[in-house]
């Protein structure tokens, strides 16, 4: 059984990947809060966005989403379209300005891994891929035992 040794690793190595993205989110003098540009990724790229899907991917309030979402549309970055298959939902999609400040995140995100796996060779990369993967997969599974089943 591991030892808190792990833990550790874990806990340092998401507390420097924050901190690399927010010095980046700094940089690129992008002012959305954390909660504004998850829900934007979330927005761009999925095409068949809804406030409830986003909630859900985020488990985040669907109230909390929207008031992020509010924000968004009023900054111009995301606009409301119509769902066809479900009136009482609607589509959300980026507008230009909205891809322009999703290219300068993604940008910012590939600085911060740049940054974090510069010593590393591809075969390390490939190996902490899958076993994140897979630590991610087990405790997705605890967290959410029905979605497991089919």
């Known amino acids: 059984m591991p030892d808190k040794s792990l833990s550790e690793a874990v806990h340092r190595l998401m507390h420097a990947y ?39 991917r985020m488990q985040r309030d669907k109230a909390q989403i929207t008031r992020a979402l509010n924000d968004l549309i009023e900054a111009s970055l995301i606009v409301k379209a119509d769902n066809p298959l479900d009136r009482r939902s609607q589509f959300l999609k980026p507008t230009p300005k909205g891809r322009k400040v999703m290219a300068r995140i993604d940008a910012v995100e590939e600085w911060a891994v740049e940054q974090m796996t510069t010593k590393l060779g591809s075969d390390e990369l490939t190996l902490f891929l899958r076993v994140s993967q897979t630590m991610a997969d087990s405790a997705e599974q605890i967290a959410n035992p029905e979605e497991g089943e089919s």
């Open 18 to 56: 924050t901190h690399l993205l927010r010095e980046g989110i700094r940089k690129q003098q992008i002012e959305l809060p954390v909660t504004h540009i998850r829900v934007l990724k979330g927005v761009c790229r999925n095409r068949k966005a809804t406030a409830q899907s986003i909630a859900k």
